[in-house]
């Protein structure tokens, strides 16, 4: 009998949560994130007008988070296309070629290893300024280790499979081989870790805003809230647990749905963690 | 005999370039096989046949390379051609086929898919008109109910089936050469007959030439009108397959035919014929930089093959 997949459905559903917060969020709150501001609201508590609470600037705190799955989602969806992309050409090409290609492959990838990821996407914002492009920029080129080892470890062992082989006798260039025979046959590994990316890309978007290099005030990025809310952390702590909370749902919906995905895709690892 | 060949190898020899003495692993083979003709290499594991075709091929994996010879194909030496040109050359006029029918197809894509590609890649084909051809192709090498069969994946597919799929996709373009690298060695013996009258019909039918490589010499006796033996990288004896099983000249050649059980021979304690065997012994580097290599394992110690190992 097959075992239900709790990781995959608890993870799909906190994901679907924040992606249904994120589509409709107009539809959900009658409010505007930024410019419904009203001062005799502010640091309210949350009641039945205001679910979140309300800011220092007597903001919304529900609509501001709702908004905010926006930016997150955007960030960690698009950051982690463009890791993809990056991570699975360097990783194929790498192993497929070899040589001195592979070397330079390698020696980039484990110096991408060794340096914190958080600390150089810092340094890339830092010069190319806060806001949302140099933040998919600087996310989207200091995450594909993982991708392009994972990319490397899965060409090398099925570039001597019987088919990868008779393409090339069947007059494929390589780009082909690479595109049609390689890349589709590893597409379930690359999805676990491309998930398990999104992840890590939402929570080091909230660090880099929550740090005042990513997402500007007044827009509300979960990171950015945080930054705000700092002050108000006793007398309205409301304003920092909630952002905060979303930030948690987020990372932990697809963490377990990248484990959920592994557990679905590989048998070997299902029969070990079973 | 005074038709052009389709393929003429000469003085082939297949080494791993570098420094220091090189040790050339196929050494100075060269056949040539005309137009519609079925030749055959025969030879125990490690002879060389594969590297030849593969060398035929340009496909050698590094550190191996061809260090000399004309690989002359339709009159174009083939080591002359460029990449791309010997890209488009693979799958359209030579195509290949495999021992491996269970690997030798990608797992995650239709077989009609898979032909199809062939289309697109050397006829500039759409996807929908290739599809077309793709179940023609496919009834072509008598899958039962090809319209169905196009939209099945491998692993839906006997050994058998796949390998007549792989037929069709070598053939898709009626390629002048067909190299068959042992295609029926993974095969249940009830379907090795099968498969390999296919190939013969199909490429008879097109004028396709074949290579066929095996180690089976009854394999070969039955398909290829001229035969080649390979041993230690050379190819020892090349003739006419009938004349080769009549009166096999090399003591190699002798020792091969002599290992076939028999059909038919006696049986009973008194009247039993034994199985020749060849001593084993295996080819290392120094034999294989000897002049005569195979005296080590010669029953016979024939002078004329001191000269290189020519018959």
């Known amino acids: ?274 | 005999m005074t038709e052009t060949p389709l393929l003429d190898l000469r003085n082939l020899h297949v080494g791993i370039p570098g420094q220091g003495a090189s040790v050339d692993i196929v050494k100075d083979v060269g056949f040539t096989i005309l137009p519609g003709e079925a030749f055959g290499l025969v030879g125990e594991s490690g002879s060389g046949k594969s590297l030849t075709a593969l060398s035929l091929i340009r496909l050698l994996k590094k550190p191996l390379a061809v260090s000399s010879g004309e690989i002359l194909f339709k009159g174009d030496d083939l080591r002359g051609l460029s990449d791309k040109a010997m890209r488009r050359l693979r799958g359209d006029r030579i195509a290949m086929i495999f021992q491996e029918p269970m690997t030798a197809l990608n797992p995650l894509k239709t077989v009609g898919r898979q032909i199809a590609e062939m289309f697109v890649l050397h006829r500039g084909m759409g996807w929908g008109e290739a599809q077309k051809l793709a179940i023609d192709a496919l009834a072509s090498v008598h899958v039962p109910a090809p319209e169905e069969r196009v939209r099945a994946y491998p692993f839906q597919m006997s050994g058998g089936m796949r390998q007549r799929v792989m037929i069709a996709i070598a053939l898709a373009c009626d390629p002048d050469l067909l190299i068959a690298d042992e295609p029926t060695t993974a095969l249940d013996v009830t379907v090795q007959d099968e498969v390999l009258k296919l190939i013969a019909e199909l490429c008879s039918a097109r004028g396709t030439a074949v290579l066929l490589i095996s180690h089976d010499l009854g394999v070969i006796a039955n398909m290829c009108q001229r035969v080649g033996v390979m041993y230690q990288g050379r190819l020892v004896e090349e003739r006419d397959t009938y004349d080769l099983f009549a009166n096999p000249r090399h003591p190699y050649t002798r020792g091969l035919l002599g290992a076939l059980p028999r059909l038919g021979s006696r049986h009973g304690a008194a009247g039993r014929q034994r199985l020749v065997d060849i001593d084993a012994l295996i080819a290392d580097k120094e034999s294989l930089s000897q002049e005569f290599c195979f005296e080590p394992r010669n029953p016979v110690r024939d002078p004329r093959l001191r000269a290189g190992g020519g018959a």
């Not at chain 1, 919304?60 to 992309?85: E, F, H, K, M, P």
């Not at chain 1, 290893?113 to 150089?120: D, G, K, N, T």
């Open chain 1, 1 to 274: 009998m097959k075992r239900f997949n709790l990781n995959l459905w608890l993870g799909g559903a906190l994901v679907a949560l924040v992606v249904v917060g994120a589509v409709f969020a107009p539809l959900l709150t009658s409010l505007d994130p930024v410019f419904d501001a009203n001062l005799m609201y502010a640091e309210e508590p949350p009641d039945a007008q205001f679910w979140f609470g309300t800011d220092e600037q007597g903001r919304d705190v529900y609509t501001r988070v709702l908004y905010g799955a926006r930016i997150s989602l955007t960030v960690g969806i698009v950051s982690q296309i463009i890791n993809s992309v990056i991570g699975l050409s360097l990783g194929i090409s790498a192993a497929y070629w070899g040589g001195w290609w592979d070397d330079l492959v390698n020696g980039l990838t484990n110096t991408m290893l060794a340096i914190p990821s958080l600390i150089f996407a810092l340094a890339i914002m830092a010069i190319l300024g806060p806001g949302l492009p140099s933040l998919l920029i600087a996310l989207g080129l200091t995450n594909w280790s993982w991708t392009c080892r994972i990319a490397r470890s899965s060409t090398l062992s099925l570039k001597g499979l019987g088919y990868v082989q008779a393409a090339r006798t069947l007059g494929y260039g390589d780009i082909r081989i690479m595109a049609t025979q390689l890349l589709p046959n590893m597409i379930g590994p690359i999805l676990v870790i491309s998930t398990l990316g999104i992840g890590a890309a939402v929570l080091a978007e909230a660090a880099l805003s929550f740090l005042g290099l990513g997402i500007r005030p007044p827009f509300p990025s979960w990171g950015s809230m945080l930054t705000g809310a700092r002050e108000l952390i006793v007398i309205a702590p409301w304003a920092a647990v909630f952002p905060g909370l979303a930030i948690f749902v987020t990372v932990l919906g697809f963490n377990l749905l990248g484990d959920g995905l592994r557990d679905l895709l590989d048998p070997h690892m299902r029969s070990r963690t079973a």
